[in-house]
């Protein structure tokens, strides 16, 4: 990617838990990466199956370090699969309104210090539409809903779209339809819900690729790997890619100034 461009930072988010945040923050993370691209994954899902578990990778620091002023940003970043670079998540985040405005300015700083080496931050959000949800969202470049093709996860997943279209005026929403039968059964559902949302949201989501359900997937997950690396032949892998595909085809979303820091900013009000 031409770095001429500031990083690409993408939020995965559901409304719904379950829906596959953590699958497709990974998956496409490590499909970025082996297309070549620099790539951090930011856990700031604070749940217990976690992106560090799902890689296989120790992480003995967190951000809540960093958070604390105890340790530097890039000492606390764990290299993962492909070469994806990881920030642990912590669930001690709450530290974070202890922080004097020093200590918030040098994390801050430590994230923009990264941004000449990554091109795609991809963030794994939790689930739910709490505020803080919707500020790591806001604070994206670009927004993936993942959504399953269940009356619970579709309506979860609309109620996120309207919260951050209506309430935060947010565009560059995506639909990542996931676990469903194929392409069609997707884009039927990306149709559906677009529909939903241009007639009561007066808002249009895009759509780029759908996730096929594959029990591979959590074959992957038990040996602690992105089903890229565990199964490169299966139909969930190939479905990584080809939405890494998409993604990459994609015009980088450029703001004025330092949209990194303002994700850094945002995230330190999170508190
Ligand atoms: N495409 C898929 N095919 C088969 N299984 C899948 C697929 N995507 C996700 N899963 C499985 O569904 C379960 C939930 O996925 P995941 O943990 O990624 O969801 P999540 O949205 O991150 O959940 P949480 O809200 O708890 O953080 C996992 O067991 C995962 O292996
Ligand atoms: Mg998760």
């Known amino acids: ?44 899902d604070l749940g217990l199956a976690n992106a560090q578990i799902a890689l296989g990778v120790h992480a003995p620091l967190n951000i809540s370090h960093v958070l604390r002023g105890e340790q530097r940003l890039q000492d606390i970043i764990v290299q993962a699969s492909s070469g994806v670079r990881l920030v642990p998540g912590a669930s001690g985040v709450r530290d974070m309104a202890s922080l004097d ?12 210090t990264l ?3 990554v091109d795609y931050l991809v963030v794994d959000v939790a689930a739910g539409i709490a505020p803080a949800v919707v500020e790591f969202m806001a604070a994206c470049q670009r927004r993936f809903v993942v959504v399953c093709d269940q009356p619970s996860s579709i309506a979860d997943a609309y109620g996120l779209i309207k919260v ?18 194929g392409q069609q059964e997707g884009r039927h559902l990306y149709r559906r819900m677009n529909d939903v949302c241009n007639r009561f949201l007066g808002v249009s989501v895009h759509h780029l690729h759908s996730i096929e359900a594959d029990e591979l997937v959590l074959q ?22 080809l939405l890494a ?24 009000r999170l508190t």
Not at 101 to 106: D, F, K, N, R, V
Not at 229 to 238: D, I, L, Q
Not at 247 to 267: D, H, K, N, W, Y
């Open 164 to 181: 951050m279209a209506t309430e935060e005026d947010l565009d560059e929403i995506y639909l990542v339809p996931n676990m469903v039968s």
């Open 101 to 112: 405005t020093s200590q918030i300015a040098g994390v801050i700083q430590a994230f923009d």
């Open 1 to 44: 990617m031409d770095k001429s461009y500031p990083t690409q930072v993408i939020g995965i988010a559901s409304g719904k838990g379950g829906a596959g945040k953590t699958t497709v923050s990974i998956n496409l993370a490590v499909s970025l990466a082996m297309r070549g691209n620099k790539v951090m994954l930011l856990d700031a």
């Open 245 to 268: 595909d998409a993604i990459m085809q994609l015009p980088p979303v450029t703001q004025a100034s330092g949209r990194q820091q303002f994700f850094m900013e945002r995230m330190l």
């Open 115 to 117: 941004q000449d080496s």
């Open 220 to 241: 992957a997950l038990r040996k602690y790997q992105s089903v890229l690396e565990f199964a490169p032949g299966s139909a969930a892998a190939r479905d990584f890619r």
